[in-house]
């Protein structure tokens, strides 16, 4: 059974860090395109972060470039989203997702494979 487990969220100032990372189960780590992806309240799930099978490429949406660093750890099947100077637009549920098919330019909420529960983040003015 897979499983994507996501934690690491909480509430920070604008300005502020957090780490997230998620870990993963059940599953050939290496063999999936692993993607952050986020929802706030009232709006669809947005791509935020994505990065290839051997950890050499990443891609990252717009608003987040620059501020967002996406890594893992293939050896401990885990993926992390470092979150640094952080705005209140940020605040939303955080989403660990992992996809067989596609490469980092091409994931997309509708068509990956496996996802986590998500975890909140909250980032207050």
């Known amino acids: 059974q897979v499983q994507l487990v996501e934690f690491g969220g909480g509430l920070v100032q604008a300005g502020g860090s957090l780490r997230l990372s998620c870990a993963a189960s059940?599953?050939?780590?290496?063999?999936?395109?692993m993607g952050w992806f986020r929802q706030a309240p009232g709006k669809e799930r947005e791509f935020v972060a994505a990065?290839?099978?051997?950890?050499?490429?990443?891609f990252y949406a717009d608003s987040v470039k620059g501020r967002f660093t996406i890594s893992r750890d293939n050896r401990k099947s885990m993926v992390n989203l470092q979150m640094n100077s952080l705005k209140p637009e940020d605040t939303a549920v955080y989403y660990c997702?992992?996809?067989?098919?596609?490469?980092?330019?091409?994931?997309?909420?509708?068509?990956?494979?496996?996802w986590g529960k998500g975890t909140l983040v909250t980032v207050s003015s």
């Open positions: 997702a992992a996809d067989w098919r596609a490469g980092i330019a091409t994931v997309n909420s509708k068509g990956m494979d496996y």
């Open positions: 059940g599953l050939t780590f290496t063999s999936y395109t």
């Open positions: 990065i290839s099978r051997a950890g050499d490429n990443t």
